[in-house]
């Protein structure tokens, strides 16, 4: 799964199963702010589920090249 610029509602108790999330967010967001995917990619590891997160530095709430 493959998740960019977003973000969860209220932050999962327990990972998907048989699921890698692949968190993409851009540093200069304004919309919805890159310390959500590090919040989300955090509890993700504490529950200890499959994701990865990338965050590019000057890219806002767009897809972009």
Known sequence: MLAFAG?????PDKPP????LHLLHGKADLIVPVGHAYAAYERLSQ???DATLDVA????HS???
């Open 17 to 20: 199963e048989f699921t890698t």
């Open 7 to 11: 973000r969860f509602a209220t932050l």
């Open 57 to 60: 530095d000057s890219v806002c």
């Open 63 to 65: 897809l972009c090249p």
């Open 47 to 49: 529950c200890q589920g």
